[in-house]
């Protein structure tokens, strides 16, 4: 595929991809409030604007939300399948490649210059009236395309990120570790949208494996391929 050069915001958001290996070479505080600022920017549903960012830069608080990540991916690998579970040999070498990546980043996680953790509120939402509840979609509806939009805004400076959400699996020792309010009783407030480490990447940016958009398009009603 290729990207149109004099489109500067088509070639960024085609060949932001998830970057797991990084220099560890610093990242410039204004870069990540730059990227903060556009993903403030994120539609967002009656523009409530749920989200809260939460960057840790400290060396040693990195190494230990670090260890809780490791520790997370550690008990979620093992519920991976394995690669004769899959179609052929390219999608299998495809899903060992992700996997040593991913393998990766758990094992060095802690040493990513900057982590950025999107939380959202654990609030009701959507409401009632006298028909019943109102599904007006999910809350991280709200949350997911400013994680987008910090995530293209790196990629425009040159830095590589990655949405991860296999922190969750050690979502309170996290919020405890960073100082996340909890309610009086002592329930959450908040849960772990993603985390996105933030650094200058090993290796080259580009377009991502992904099915074509025709393959998963239906124009005017499910199952017409064409317009």
């Not at 149109?4 to 958001?13: G, K, M, S």
């Not at 204004?30 to 409530?48: F, M, R």
């Not at 959400?165 to 996340?180: F, M, P, S, Y």
């Not at 992904?210 to 239906?218: D, E, G, I, L, S």
């Amino acid at each position: 595929m290729t990207v149109e050069p004099t489109n500067p915001v088509l070639d960024a958001i085609l060949t932001t991809r998830a970057m797991r290996r990084f220099t560890d070479a610093p990242v410039d505080q204004a870069a990540i409030e730059t990227c903060l600022q556009a993903a403030q920017q994120a539609p967002s549903g009656g523009n409530v604007q749920p989200q809260q960012y939460v960057v840790v830069t400290d060396p040693e608080l990195r190494a230990k939300v670090g260890d809780l990540y490791r520790l997370a991916y550690d008990r979620y690998e093992q519920s991976l399948p394995e690669p004769g579970d899959m179609p052929d040999e390219k999608a299998a070498a495809s899903w060992r490649r992700n996997r040593d990546a991913s393998r990766h980043l758990a094992d060095h996680l802690g040493e990513v210059p900057v982590l950025v953790l999107f939380l959202q509120p654990i609030v009701p939402w959507g409401g009632e009236d006298a028909e019943g509840p109102l599904d007006i979609g999910r809350l991280d509806a709200s949350v997911y395309p400013a994680v987008q939009n910090f995530c293209v805004a790196a990629r425009s400076l040159g830095l590589g990120t990655a949405l991860t959400t296999v922190i969750r699996i050690r979502t309170d020792e996290v919020l405890a570790l960073l100082g996340v309010p909890t309610r009086g009783d002592g329930r959450r407030r908040f849960e772990i949208a993603a985390l996105v480490p933030v650094g200058h990447p090993v290796g080259s940016f580009g377009v991502a494996p992904r099915k074509p958009a025709a393959a998963v398009t239906h124009w005017n009603g499910w199952g017409n391929r064409t317009n």
